[in-house]
Every structure is written in structure tokens, then in C-alpha cells.
Nanobody, 118 residues
Framework: VQLVESGGGSVQPEESLRVSCAFS????????MGWFRQRPGKDRELVAS????????EYSDAVKGRFTISRDNSKNTIDLQMNDLTQQGKAVYFC????????????WGQGTQVTVSS
């Protein structure tokens, strides 16, 4: 499995940004997908996750109501729409794939940088 993030960049507070993850090497529908972030000096934390079908999503309290995770199993993509970004959103965002069956494993992308500054 390979995960390649894209779409990071620099925005001002209250602006929006969309990051994407391109999945390859297996059937995307066999994986729960997540977006994590690592802020400067902090541990990596879960931002949002989406189940294999796209029916169920979960968000951290810090982003609930502002971020939306989505997936397209036919296009092998997983997106994170981030609205009303704050300076707390400055981080490296990582895509994660977690197999829904034993033996499928867990995988990480290389990350994409998001900077929020005025």
C-alpha cells in the first residue's frame, strides 16, 4: 500500500484548505482511513477517520464542525476539507490506512505541511 498526500500549503486564519490522499496497492474498501496531524513539538494526533464504506465518520473535538473527511473508493482518494482554520491547524497532516481484516496492516503517507498564519 502506498499513500501520497497533497494539497498542503499556507493560509490565513479562518480560510479553508483541502488536503487529499492518493491510495494505491490494494483495495481501498478494505481499509479504514484516517487523517492525523502533528503540530510542532506535539505528538501525532487523530483528526478524523472514516470507515471502509464512507458511512461512518469520527472527528476530534478540536475540529468537529469545521473539518470533513470523505472518501471515493472508485477513485482511490481520501480528502480532508478544513474550514475556518486556526493557528492550531498548523501541522503536518498524515494519511493513514488501517486494514479491516487481520494481516492487512497499517500504513502511513509521508505527510503534507499546512501552515496557518496571519
Amino acid at each position: 500500500v502506498q499513500l501520497v498526500e497533497s494539497g498542503g500549503g499556507s493560509v490565513q486564519p479562518e480560510e479553508s484548505l483541502r488536503v487529499s490522499c492518493a491510495f494505491s496497492g490494494h483495495h481501498l474498501a478494505s481499509f479504514t482511513m484516517g487523517w492525523f496531524r502533528q503540530r510542532p513539538g506535539k505528538d501525532r494526533e487523530l483528526v478524523a477517520s472514516i470507515d471502509y464504506s464512507g458511512e461512518y465518520t469520527e472527528y476530534s473535538d478540536a475540529v468537529k464542525g469545521r473539518f470533513t473527511i470523505s472518501r471515493d473508493n472508485s477513485k482511490n482518494t481520501i480528502d480532508l476539507q478544513m474550514n475556518d482554520l486556526t493557528q492550531q491547524g498548523k501541522a503536518v497532516y498524515f494519511c493513514n490506512a488501517d486494514g479491516i481484516r487481520r494481516g492487512l496492516g497499517q500504513y502511513w503517507g509521508q505527510g503534507t505541511q499546512v501552515t496557518v498564519s496571519s
